[in-house]
């Protein structure tokens, strides 16, 4: 099993910047791909940006320029920075992880950015 924490959320207004950390723990060497997922009120959970074991990333059209996703090369820690952020980027943030095809997720981290 693998166990996720997020970090860094918080309240910023319209052009700021923050960077959520995911701490991960457990069966960490099989995890095979990450990423940040965000679900705002009344809306369905969204891909923002993964990362894989070989270093590719992908972004959701609304973030790319904006967020960068990053990780360290155990799996411990993945990062997303998120800079130029917009009111419509407020969401809980979750992060998400595979490992032995098995899906895990944090309890996430909300991000408010005010106008």
């Known amino acids: 099993q693998v166990q996720l924490v997020e970090s860094g959320g918080g309240l910023v207004q319209a052009g700021g910047s923050l960077r959520l950390s995911c701490a991960a723990s457990?069966?960490?060497?099989?995890?095979?791909?990450m990423g940040w997922y965000r679900q705002a009120p009344g809306k369905q959970r969204e891909l923002v940006a993964a990362?894989?074991?070989?270093?590719?990333?992908n972004y959701a059209d609304s973030v790319k320029g904006r967020f960068t996703i990053s990780r360290d090369s155990a799996w411990n820690t993945v990062n997303l920075q998120m800079i130029n952020l917009k009111p419509e980027d407020t969401a809980v943030y979750h992060c998400?992880?595979?490992?032995?095809?098995?899906?895990?997720w944090g309890e996430g981290t909300l991000v408010f950015v005010s106008s």
């Open positions: 990362i894989t074991s070989g270093g590719s990333t």
């Open positions: 998400k992880c595979r490992s032995s095809g098995v899906d895990y």
């Open positions: 457990g069966s960490i060497s099989t995890i095979n791909v």
